[in-house]
């Protein structure tokens, strides 16, 4: 093959990312990556200079667990029509600038509560009503990303919408962090003004998202019967909803005092606290979501709920994924989404907080980890992007797993040294090089496994299952950092990406996307 060949591709690839619906999607990712670091860094950084335990910080990333739960309510955003803002703006713009207006209000709330002196329980509430939020923008944008282009381009759109995603990210994180310090709040001397104006400030930057919204079009290309015009299966869905979701609440209440008694006994049996609470939780977790699955089964069985109701708006979904793959591909493959990001994710959970445990300053911090990380993460991810583009996604996505575990061991080096900024450099520019490569690979993988037909359901249950586990782990990183100390923890989130390696290895050996197959 003549050289001039691939550098023509290489250009297109390059030209690519200036079409519209690519450049779109780095407006909606800004606005999808601002909530994210308010619920996990930088509100932990608040929480501890508020005085808050380190513990009890890392709790606070449940938070987010809505978006490993927004497959529960992606049928409502896919489904229902929202009053006055569907029929202004369409089924898919309207939600998103629900879901923005919604965001702000949380941010909001959030500012107007003071940690020190206010209930956390409160605080809890914000931050949950932010991922609640920030999880439906996400549904509705990855369904509008799909449904905007053709398998070709969801690659670079998936680059794209990763570096807004960063730069949304680098505000509410490296500007969070400067203008709390610029307000005058520190370790040392701490101020909840500051902690206030600079969530204010993140509420203004949401109108960027809000903005891109106004001015794009709505996607022309959806799945069948993408809305439910008929006013009973409004109310039907909705009563499924809040019925189903009330008996998952109801089981954690009812269970809490015995999850002590459980997680203490457990304790004294192992001899680790943390991974005896970790089990019960996760028993807890899935006694709630049995919960709700029965209270499902009882408005359909009792006929209160129509069955075709459900099975349109949850079981076709599954069944579509199933008998398109099979059922031990589709096992599989769903292992691999459960697994892909746990490594990085668990130690993303407290990383700002061993930053700051090393004597780093939220200067530093800002500077270095989010500012400079940024620019390796788009780094990164445009790589990602093009490489996709060029060559098999299995391929990418086995690349970037390898990367994210060997660069988890560079964080005990980091550990070792202590407060050294060129260290950090080299840290921080493996870590987000490797992640941006790897976010933007798995992306177009989820992607290309989303039926257009249903579009928001499949890609909110690849998305949700991507961050469940690892969420509910990183909960515990807190305790486990106490318990083994942060070199151990670091060698463990190393560990943890082996599992994710065999399993991209397993499937490639059956799932063959477009592209060329690794050996």
Known sequence: ?????????????????????????????????????????????????????????????????????????????????????????????????????????????????????????????????????????????????????????????????????????????????????????????????????????????????????????????????????????????????????????????????VAVDAKNMLAKTLSNQPLASFLVECLRLGCGLLAASLCAKLLVTSNTISYTLVSKSYLEPVKDFFNRYGASLAWLLLALIGLYRISDIVLGVISNIFYQDLGFTKPEIAGVVKTFGLVMTLVGGFLGGILVLRFDVMRILFLGAVLSAVTNLLFMLLAQAGHNIPMLYLVISADNLSAGLASAAFIAFLSSLTNISFTAVQYAIFSSLMTLLPKVLGGYSGSMVESIGYEQFFIITALLGVPVLILIICANKRFIPKGHKFH
């Not at 998936?158 to 994180?173: D, E, T, V």
């Not at 009563?239 to 005092?257: E, K, N, Q, R």
């Open 1 to 257: 093959m003549p050289q001039s060949t691939p550098q023509i591709s290489w250009l297109n690839s390059l030209r690519a990312f200036t079409q519209p619906q690519v450049v779109t999607m780095l407006f909606l990712g800004i606005s999808a990556g601002i909530p994210l670091l308010l619920i996990f860094s930088s509100l932990g950084l608040w929480l501890r200079e508020a005085g808050i335990e380190r513990a009890t910080v890392t709790y606070f990333s449940w938070a987010a667990l809505g978006y490993s739960f927004k497959f529960v309510w992606a049928p409502l955003v896919d489904k229902l029509p929202l009053p006055i803002f569907t029929a202004w703006l369409g089924q898919r713009r309207g939600w998103i600038l629900f879901s923005q207006l919604m965001i702000m209000l949380a941010i909001i709330l959030m500012a107007s509560l003071n940690p020190a002196q206010d209930s956390l329980t409160l605080m809890a509430f914000a931050a949950i009503l932010l991922g609640f939020s920030s999880a439906t923008q996400d549904i509705v944008i990855d369904a509008f990303r799909i449904e905007s282009a053709n398998n070709e381009l969801q690659a670079l759109m998936s680059s794209s919408y990763i570096a807004g995603y960063r730069i949304g990210m680098i505000i509410s994180g490296a500007g969070a962090l400067l203008l709390a310090s610029y307000y005058g709040s520190n370790l040392a001397e701490y101020s909840y003004s500051a902690w206030r104006w600079t969530y204010l400030s993140m509420a203004a930057v949401m109108l960027i998202g809000v903005i891109t919204t106004l001015l794009i079009r709505e996607p022309s290309k959806t799945g069948g019967d993408v809305v439910f015009h008929d006013k009973r299966d409004h109310v039907q869905l909705l009563i499924l909803f809040s019925l189903a979701i009330s008996s998952f609440i109801a089981t954690y209440y009812v269970s809490s005092s």
